[in-house]
């Protein structure tokens, strides 16, 4: 594993994208979904919402996202899970690499908290930038709008390969259908395991 690391790290030219929730850090931040009178009738973790989004709710439903907008939250119970911060720590040490944090979440309420909790943990956060997909109004789902940030930075920073680490193998589908589109860019799907390792990910898995 340490080879394959190093191996990544002598590349010119990548973009390292990593999701946050469940990959970098476990969070304690639910998903509740409301009936139409604003009653709670259900509360999702992060994997359960991943299921969930992919149907429709039942009318006059709706979900609320409070919970993930506290940087305070985020920063006192989230559990830092280490192998992943260890990774993007030794990734930011090679400054041909460029890195972000493409998270399904929209806008905390306090930004520098939010950073503040990768900061404590030994992260450069001057090398990354943080893009969140739940600030995309127009249609698609999460993994899709999380491709289309991936697809704006390909297009910016025409990297020769980009690697992906999510915990949710439908951002990874959506990642790798990347590659028709740009067929002279080579792209690594990783699928971050519940211990923090990582495995290489194929979109016919």
Not at 49 to 55: P, T
Not at 143 to 163: F, L
Request: glycine content about 4%.
């Amino acid at each position: 594993m340490i080879r394959f690391i190093e191996f990544i790290l002598e590349k010119a030219n990548a973009l390292h994208v990593y999701d946050i929730d469940d990959t970098l850090v476990r969070p304690t931040a639910r998903i509740h979904v409301k009936d139409s009178t604003g009653k709670i009738v259900r509360t999702l973790n992060t994997h359960e919402y991943a299921e969930s989004s992919r149907s429709e709710l039942p009318p006059g439903h709706s979900y609320d996202f409070s919970e993930f907008r506290s940087a305070e939250k985020f920063s006192r119970e989230s559990t830092p899970i280490k192998p992943m911060i260890s990774h993007v720590r030794l990734t930011s040490t090679n400054k041909n690499n460029k890195i972000i944090f493409n998270t399904a979440r929209s806008n905390l309420d306090d930004k520098d908290k939010f950073v503040d909790t990768f900061r404590k943990q030994g992260v450069n956060m001057k090398r990354i930038h943080i893009l969140r997909a739940g600030n995309i109004t127009s249609p698609g789902t999460g993994p899709q709008k999380k491709a289309r940030i991936i697809k704006g930075y390909i297009k910016k920073h025409q990297p020769s390969e980009v690697h992906m680490y999510d915990d949710d193998t439908g951002n990874l589908n959506e990642f790798l259908k990347l590659k028709q589109e740009h067929p002279d860019v080579r792209f690594y799907a990783h699928h971050v395991q519940p211990d923090g390792t990582h495995k290489p990910y194929n979109i016919e898995s």
